[in-house]
C-alpha cells in the first residue's frame, strides 16, 4: 500500500505547486484601447466602456492558460458624440446587428497570444504582445495581476470598409487599428 501511496503523494505536491486561477478583470483600472490615423497626419484615439473578460492565470509561470474577453460594440467613446455614433452606425461597426467584439485565446507562447477575434461578424487570427507587469496581494488580501496586450489589426478585413479618400489621394481613415490593452484583474 505504501508503494503507491508515495507516488500519488508527488503528483498531488506538482500540481499543487503552480496552479493557474480564475480572475476577474477590475473594470475601474483597465482599459481596452485603439488608435487609428486620421487624414494621414494625426491619430484618434478611443476606448471601449463595457466588457467582460475570462481569466484562467498562472502567477508562478506568468502565462494566461485561458483569456477571453466580450466587449460592447455600442460602448466605443472617442470623446466626440458625433464621431461614436458614426462609429455604431452600419459605415462601421452596425451595433444594432453585431452587438459585440469577442476574443479568444487559442495559445500562448512566450510573450505572444494568439487568438481569434470576430468584429462585425467576422472572425479571424490575431496575436497579441503581452507584458506581465506583476502580481501582488492588495490591501484586502485579493491576488491581482496587471498586465498589457497590443496589437494590430486591418478593419477591412472585418467588413469596416468606409472610408473617402482626400484631395490629395490619401484616405480619411487609415485600415490598421493599433491596439493597446490594460488590464489589472483581480483573483476569484
Known amino acids: 500500500m505504501n508503494y503507491l501511496l508515495k507516488p500519488i503523494m508527488a503528483l498531488v505536491f506538482?500540481?499543487?505547486?503552480?496552479?493557474?486561477?480564475?480572475?476577474?478583470?477590475?473594470?475601474?483600472?483597465?482599459?481596452?484601447?485603439?488608435?487609428?490615423?486620421?487624414?494621414?497626419?494625426?491619430n484618434v484615439k478611443g476606448n471601449f466602456n463595457a466588457y467582460t473578460a475570462d481569466i484562467d492565470f498562472d502567477a508562478d509561470k506568468k502565462v494566461f492558460n485561458k483569456l477571453s474577453a466580450k466587449i460592447d460594440a455600442a460602448s466605443?467613446?472617442?470623446g466626440i458624440?458625433?464621431?461614436?455614433?458614426?462609429?455604431?452606425?452600419?459605415?462601421?461597426?452596425d451595433v444594432t446587428k453585431f452587438?459585440?467584439?469577442?476574443?479568444?485565446m487559442t495559445s500562448m507562447k512566450d510573450d505572444?497570444?494568439?487568438?481569434?477575434?470576430?468584429i462585425h461578424g467576422v472572425t479571424?487570427?490575431?496575436?497579441?504582445?503581452?507584458?506581465?507587469?506583476?502580481?501582488?496581494?492588495?490591501?484586502?488580501?485579493?491576488q491581482r495581476v496587471g498586465f498589457s496586450l497590443e496589437g494590430k489589426l486591418n478593419r477591412k478585413d472585418f467588413g469596416l470598409t468606409w472610408n473617402k479618400i482626400l484631395e490629395g489621394g490619401g484616405l480619411t481613415v487609415d485600415d490598421t487599428i493599433?491596439?493597446?490593452?490594460?488590464v489589472e484583474a483581480i483573483e476569484l
Open 76 to 78: 466605443i467613446d472617442t
Open 99 to 104: 452587438k459585440t467584439v469577442d476574443f479568444v
Open 124 to 142: 479571424k487570427d490575431i496575436v497579441l504582445v503581452s507584458t506581465i507587469h506583476g502580481v501582488i496581494k492588495d490591501f484586502q488580501g485579493h
Open 178 to 182: 493599433n491596439l493597446a490593452i490594460e
Open 14 to 42: 506538482l500540481f499543487s505547486l503552480s496552479e493557474a486561477k480564475e480572475f476577474v478583470i477590475d473594470n475601474t483600472h483597465s482599459n481596452i484601447g485603439f488608435s487609428v490615423k486620421h487624414m494621414m497626419i494625426s
Open 81 to 93: 458624440a458625433k464621431r461614436d455614433d458614426h462609429l455604431r452606425s452600419s459605415d462601421f461597426f
Open 112 to 118: 505572444k497570444v494568439y487568438g481569434k477575434i470576430t
